[in-house]
């Protein structure tokens, strides 16, 4: 259903995932969709601006979405501190590690997930009656290792793909319900691109029960299934995108398991509190074909386990149904010989292939200021030189004006 290719396995394998006979989780690694939150943007005629559906305006998460956030907090402590005993239940710093995007819905979506995570036990409580304690959540701005950045390269990949025959098919298979679109919204989209944060309003607003009445059970369902996935394609669906788009997670992801095998100290738990781009990013980074929008709170879990002398990576993914039911699957890694986990090796040489350097990034991202004023340089350099040109013209045509009454454009002709 999710994805074709690293396709997710049946819950009977699921079931054969746990007893590790032997084996022994070391460090995991969390990558996890935000929750439930207000639109990304508005349009013309949109009934549900006002405070009165979204308190704290666009893009904000919302307490349907706190929860789904807990919730997903309660599952990493079932999972991470009950089934496997990967971390102690009270909190300790040098076990875990948090790191947000600098957005409010996850920020905000971290803290949820660690109030699930942590409540206080024994002398951790500081207030009676409360089920909560501080735990950092760092967050940078521009955060590179979750791709919070403008990348040229990456840019241009989608500008190709906006110029495909795939876009335009996709476009034209879409364009009856792009006219309605317009009808009954008063905008004047043109594509399947354009249409997306229209979708987005609609679903977020269907989360909340707040139905339009043009829009049919089928038409909101292609707003719900369809056009995310079809953006998340277009934004991050090939080997390159998902390099230029997260390159540097990859990058950190390697290093932190070779750290962990390596037995140098670090955190048994990392998590990163992020975006549906951020999912998708990393399974086309392992070679998916096409995946379904990642749903609030899903999370994908790489799970670095040692069985005696062998090092085993095993991914899982954790979504909700439609109806708000956890769903939790393992992914098979297409490139992995063995069904249910890749040996440390196969994994990393999956990784290398989209993990991003500081060199590439410079030279395929950023549009430095060095080659800005390159090209500021020789457009400089070639101004004074016609500058300089039409001045010695002036000149010499003032002194042989002095000089002779003839005109100057014959003293040209006559020179050459
Ligand atoms: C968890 O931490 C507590 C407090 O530091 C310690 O007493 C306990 O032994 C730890 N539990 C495990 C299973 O390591
Ligand atoms: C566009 O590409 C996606 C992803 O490969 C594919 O699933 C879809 O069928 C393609 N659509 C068209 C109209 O070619
Ligand atoms: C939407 O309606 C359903 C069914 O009546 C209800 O269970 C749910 O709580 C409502 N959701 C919100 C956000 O109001
Ligand atoms: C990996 O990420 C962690 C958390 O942000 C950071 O402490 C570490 O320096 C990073 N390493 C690399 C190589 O980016």
Not at 60 to 76: A, C, I, V
Not at 129 to 158: F, M, N, R, S
Not at 389 to 416: C, D, E, M, N, Q
Request: include cysteine; proline fraction near 3%.
């Amino acid at each position: 259903m999710l994805l074709s290719n690293i396709c997710l396995v049946s819950n009977i394998i699921f079931l054969a995932f746990y007893p590790s006979n032997g084996a022994s989780l070391k460090k995991v690694i969390v990558v996890f969709r935000h929750g439930d939150r207000s639109p990304i943007g508005t349009y013309k005629n949109d009934p549900y601006i006002t405070e009165e559906y979204w308190p704290q305006g666009l893009l904000q998460l919302t307490q349907k979405g706190m929860y789904q956030e807990y919730n997903l907090g309660k599952f990493l402590k079932k999972r991470y501190m009950m089934n496997e005993n990967l971390l102690n239940s009270t909190y300790k710093k040098s076990e875990i590690f948090v790191e947000s995007t600098d957005t409010d819905r996850t920020l905000m979506s971290a803290q949820s997930v660690l109030n699930g995570l942590y409540p206080p036990v024994g002398n951790q409580i500081w207030r009676k009656g409360l089920d909560w304690q501080p735990i950092p959540v760092h967050t940078t701005t521009y955060d590179l290792i979750l791709g919070d950045y403008e990348c040229k390269a990456l840019a241009d990949a989608i500008s190709e793909t906006r110029k495909s025959k795939n876009f335009t098919e996709t476009t034209k298979m879409y364009k009856k319900f792009i006219n309605k679109i317009n009808t009954n919204t008063g905008e004047n989209y043109k594509t399947i691109e354009d249409i997306s944060p229209f979708c987005d309003n609609a679903f977020c607003n269907s989360q909340h029960n707040n139905t339009l009445k043009w829009l049919s059970h089928e038409e909101l369902e292609k707003c719900t299934d369809f056009v995310p996935a079809y953006d998340g394609w277009f934004q991050r669906g090939s080997e390159k995108k998902a390099k230029y788009g997260l390159g540097f997670f990859f990058a950190n992801m390697s290093e932190l398991f070779h750290n962990a095998k390596d037995h140098k100290i670090q955190r048994k738990l990392t998590l990163f509190s992020a975006h549906d781009t951020t999912i998708i990013s990393f399974f086309y980074g392992l070679g998916a074909k096409f995946v379904a929008q990642p749903t609030y709170s899903s999370a994908v879990m790489t799970e670095l386990w040692q069985d005696k002398n062998e090092w085993q990576i095993k991914l899982a993914y954790r979504t909700l149904s439609k109806d708000g039911k956890e769903i939790v699957k393992p992914v098979k890694v297409k490139g992995c010989s063995n069904s249910e986990f890749c040996s440390f090796d196969e994994f990393m040489k999956i990784i290398d292939k989209v993990k991003l350097t500081r060199d590439e990034y410079n030279d395929a991202c950023v549009e430095t200021e060095v080659k800005k004023l390159s090209v500021a340089t020789i457009i400089a350099i070639v101004a004074s030189i016609i500058i300089c040109l039409l001045a010695s013209f002036l000149v010499l045509s003032w002194l042989r004006r002095k000089s002779s009454p003839t005109p100057f454009y014959t003293a040209i002709h006559r020179g050459s």
